[in-house]
């Protein structure tokens, strides 16, 4: 499971890194991804046809990360608005509980169960349920051609200077305020497709962003905001703690010992692992 | 000095209705009163804590489920009297705000929020999971503050405690650490080259409110009868910000006009859990966009426009600072 938390972290990563926003209405974006995919494999394009609705899961959540930044964040980089975080945080925050009222509201209280994508296989001894292969295997995809984005093309790269320094970019003639709205509908569209992949996983319902949405603040936090590969490290570091944990301690606070690692993390380093100081100017 | 008499004497009259009003209402009423002064305590506090001192902490209803359960604890397990737990659950909670706040004081902006969000999930799935001790998600049967389920006691009672309250918030705010208070919010750096201790009011204001929270909590634990992790949910931690953020952030009135009419509303629309929901999200949303002041802003609008017969001066509630 670990690697799928990574399509939240990096989500909520990008948006922090590129316009220094914690977008809290991330686990709503993945909720809706999922009931996207729900609605296209039942009704239109039958299982068969699973990437597809994973794809248009994807641009569904991207176009929608993109309108509510353009409505709502960007009014912060044109000076209307004089507390930022404070902003940032009550705004995505009211957000997510409208997502996750309207949710109930239209689709009513219910779990919803898409159909598998893939029967169960082997992997060697191993007997594997199909979906967690294809979850998996789907999140390394989509995270390579991320990664091929992000380093390779020249976007990418714009992507990589407006995070580093905002004022210098707008002088090489990069129109910020753009990418800012790309850069939040590529986060929202990472959760989205996450959504999508998992929705036969964690099935389909209103709340049903929640756990992935904890795991994922978890180790952006522990990892450090804004720092990719810390993300990897907290993964994996927050996987080994609940299993020591569950192991020597006591299995049913497996909850608890990632918070419990995060609080000493940011004890011992108030800005994550890999974080680094937010520079005040 | 006129102008402030007649405020002393509006918030008079609004006290006495306020005491009188129960006689004229249904059980149900009152208790949904009740709940609502609650709330009043719990967003006045988060106020001086989020709004004033611009610590944006995520973990306030926490400390009053940890009031709730320490004091509902005490009285089970070791049969302390009803006085002693509330106390007690008071110190404890002191204890426990002065630790979370000496950790949060290295963060700033959005670590703290992340941080107090942590705290208030651990503590929540904590109860939720220690079956024995805390009694998980079926909760505990806490005894009765007036051994009575007639809401009308505990009406006053929370009454009498919202009044302390704002009274005390309103106390810190016109004293010389209320000037500290904001000199930290605007900014930290300059209040510290002024010689503020910023370490020390960033606690005490973390303290107070988390202590008066917790009051609340315990008292309102002892109220319903019950304390659950129903209390712990991020929704009422998201119900007290909208309360606030209605109401007006950084004013005195603001969060008590808004929880109560948000609480009225909420009454009404009953039927529609999730239409009200989508209702106040919309709302808050929609105030932070393009009104910063809140219901308290617009109130003063209105009022200043039947006052002078035109648009006063717009101020807005960040440049006022009152």
New interface residues.
Partial sequence: MGVLYCLMSLGVNFIYGIMKVINWAIGEFFMIGAYVQYLLIVFFLGVRYWYIGVLIAALCTFLLGALVQKILIKPMFVGIIEEKMEYATIVTIAMAILFRNLAIFIGGPFIYTPPDYAPPTRIGPLPVSGNNVIAFIGTIIILAFFFYFLKRTWIGKAFQAVSQNRPGVLTAGIDVLKFDMIAFGIGTALAGAGGALLAPVLLVYPLCGVIPTVRGFEIIVIGGLGSIPGVFVAGLSLGIAESLGAAFINPSFVDIYGFGLLMLILLIKPYGLFGKPERSV | MLKYRFNSVGLLLLLLIAIVLPFYLADYWIHSLTVALYYVIMAVTWNLL?GYT?Q?SLSHHTFAVIGSYTSALLIIRIGTPLWMGIVSSCIFNAFISLLLGI?CL??????L???T???A??VK??IR??FQFTGGDRGLNTPLFFKTIDPLPYYYLFLAFAVITILIIAIIMRSRIGYYIRAIRNDE?AAQAMGVNTVRWKVFSFMVASVLASMAGTLYGHFIGLVSPVLGEF?EM?FI??FV?IGGMRSQAGPVVGTISVRFLAEVLRKW???R??I???V??LI??FF?GGLIEFLRKVYQRIRHGKDGESVSV?QKME
Avoid: C, H, K, Q
């Fill in positions: 989020g611009g944006f950790l290295r963060m700033r902006g959005i670590y929020a992340l941080t969000w942590a705290f999930e651990i799935s904590y999971m220690d750096l929704s998201a910000i909208i953020v859990p999730e239409v929901m989508v106040f999200a919309s808050v949303i932070m966009r910063n960040f």
